[in-house]
T-cell receptor, first 114, second 113 residues
Framework: GAVVSQHPSWVICKSGTSVKIECRSL??????MFWYRQFPKQSLMLMAT?????????EQGVEKDKFLINHASLTLSTLTVTSAHPEDSSFYIC??????????FGSGTQLSVL | AQSVSQHNHHVILSEAASLELGCNYS??????LFWYVQYPGQHLQLLLK??????LVKGIKGFEAEFIKSKFSFNLRKPSVQWSDTAEYFC???????????FGTGTRLQVFP
């Protein structure tokens, strides 16, 4: 089946630094990718919808200057958490939609900001 | 607001027991419904989905779910669980003409041999 690769799976960083998370569709083209975050014991919350070649659409309450999303190709979307702070510590998951409208999820990235 | 509720946060069963996990969503018109599973250390995988037609949907690994429109529910069932079913289960709803998938908080299932 289709595979979405998310990297890194786990990252620890110092407060104030930036972290980039990559989401790749390995064997299909994804015109649309989605970024979610999940706090412990809570549901996945959609942060933004990323469309190839255009600006991402952010959900209400998500700071677009803090969570930079780039979808420069049909197989790669990146999420950069800029100037990360401890409250940004969370589990981030991407998903990619193929041409048949099926959604496939990455394995997630656990971000811990010290 | 559009929302999804999973009332069982943690379920513990013995092998061969029957399983039913609840999922309710708030009214918002036509919906597409999904159950995802996340095995320990793995990514989310689709178990089954309902778009239209027969409200009883069969998925992989012996799981099924029934869409009851009048109750806004999409409960997941399996007649006899196995130890390998230990995982986190997420119900998700896509309201028609939106891109969003709204997830429930998940249910952690532990199956003991």
């Amino acid at each position: 089946g289709a595979v979405v690769s998310q990297h890194p799976s786990w990252v620890i960083c110092k407060s104030g630094t930036s972290v980039k998370i990559e989401c790749r569709s390995l064997d299909f083209q994804a015109t649309t990718m989605f970024w979610y975050r999940q706090f412990p014991k809570q549901s996945l919350m959609l942060m933004a919808t990323s469309n190839e070649g255009s600006k991402a659409t952010y959900e209400q309450g998500v700071e677009k200057d803090k969570f930079l999303i780039n979808h420069a190709s049909l197989t790669l979307s990146t999420l950069t958490v800029t100037s990360a702070h401890p409250e940004d510590s969370s589990f981030y998951i991407c998903s990619a939609r193929d041409l048949q409208e099926k959604l496939f999820f990455g394995s997630g990235t656990q971000l811990s900001v010290l | 607001a559009q929302s999804v509720s999973q009332h069982n946060h943690h379920v513990i069963l013995s092998e061969a027991a029957s399983l039913e996990l609840g999922c309710n969503y708030s009214y918002g018109g036509t919906v597409n419904l999904f159950w995802y599973v996340q095995y320990p250390g793995q990514h989310l995988q689709l178990l089954l989905k309902y778009f239209s037609g027969d409200p009883l949907v069969k998925g992989i690994k012996g799981f099924e779910a029934e869409f009851i429109k009048s109750k806004f529910s999409f409960n997941l069932r399996k007649p006899s669980v196995q130890w390998s079913d230990t995982a986190e289960y997420f119900c998700a709803v896509n309201y028609y003409n939106t891109d969003k998938l709204i997830f429930g908080t998940g249910t952690r299932l532990q199956v003991f041999p």
